[in-house]
């Protein structure tokens, strides 16, 4: 349950429409928080918040891309005049994949708008604000990625580790302020994102999962790997300083058509 006095009323869940912001909002409702949620496509937005109204909650809904320069503006006029105690930066998947001198400048743009800019900028409005207040808490949505450099992943991969190391100095700076940061770092998830791309969902993490792992952990930053097995096995395979050049090269983010196997050798990780 969480606490609403600390980290309420409202709850702003930057790509909140499906997968793991879909879950954190339903069950941010059912604690009775109210609800901003953000995303492109307006009907899933939509839909989520006619179910969460349904079962009673206040909800807004803000369509907008976060690549955009005025996306935050544009959030702000859905947020200026009430109290959001709880950040949730959800969005930031990556869809294309690539050599990075080589992939359309706005795809590359785009992921590193979203995950860099878009945490920073959204963090700075809301956190500042919630410091005035002396409470409140931010969830930045991360990934196993964050912890090694990818080929074809370039941008996302650097993106997340900014993610990462971002989060654990505010961590360090709004504890004192009363403010909760946790980066949560995410593995392989069954989210709607996946599924379109085609890829093998039946081994990866349920989005439920992971949101709760968030919420039950605001309070216990920098940094929450996500309890999958085989997930802090990897990130401790793959975040060690020494013979970068060996691990880069022989555990870097597999190909897609390779995800099932990777999968599985991921899971295996914590049997061994
Ligand atoms: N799924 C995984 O296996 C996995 C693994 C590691 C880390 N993660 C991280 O977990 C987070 C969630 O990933 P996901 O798989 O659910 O995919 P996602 O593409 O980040 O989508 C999540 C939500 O964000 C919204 N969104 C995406 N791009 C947006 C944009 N440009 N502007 C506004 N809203 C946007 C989506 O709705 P719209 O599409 O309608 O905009 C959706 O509501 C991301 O930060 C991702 O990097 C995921």
Redo the contacts with the bound molecule.
């Keep these: 349950m969480m606490d609403i006095a600390k980290y309420g009323p409202w709850a702003l869940v ?9 879950a954190f909002a339903r069950m941010l409702a059912a604690d009775g928080f109210k609800l901003v949620l ?4 307006p009907a ?2 939509d839909e989520l918040a006619e179910e969460l109204r349904g079962a009673g909650a206040e909800v807004r809904t803000v369509s ?4 955009r320069p005025d ?1 935050l503006e544009r959030v702000r006029a859905a947020t200026d005049g009430i109290e959001v105690g709880l950040l949730i930066y ?6 294309t994949r690539g050599r990075f001198v080589e992939l359309p400048e706005d795809v590359t743009q ?1 992921v590193i708008a ?2 860099v800019l878009g945490q920073a900028n959204f963090t700075r409005h809301y956190g500042a604000l919630m410091a005035q207040r002396g409470r409140g808490g931010i969830i930045l ?5 964050s912890y090694l450099g990818s080929p074809t992943l370039a941008a996302y991969t650097g993106a ?1 580790a900014f993610s990462r190391i971002f989060s654990e100095a505010l961590w360090a700076e709004m504890a004192p302020l009363g403010v909760d940061v946790l980066h949560l770092n ?4 069954a ?4 599924q379109r791309l085609g890829m093998p969902v039946d081994l ?1 993490e349920t ?1 439920e999962q992971v949101a709760k792992e968030g919420l039950e952990n605001i309070s216990k930053g920098p940094v929450r790997i996500v309890s999958t097995p085989g997930n802090l096995e990897r990130a401790r395979l793959i975040n060690g300083i020494d013979n970068r050049a060996e691990t880069v090269l022989a555990h870097a983010i597999a190909p897609r058509e390779q995800t099932a196997q990777a999968a599985r050798e991921q899971r295996e990780l914590a049997g061994g």
């Design positions: 930057v790509g909140g429409s499906e997968g793991v912001g879909a953000v995303a492109r496509k899933p937005l907008v891309d976060l690549a996306a959800n969005a930031g998947a990556n869809n785009s979203i995950n949505g991360g990934s196993l990625s997340k995410i593995g392989f998830t989210t709607p994102a996946m990866a989005p």
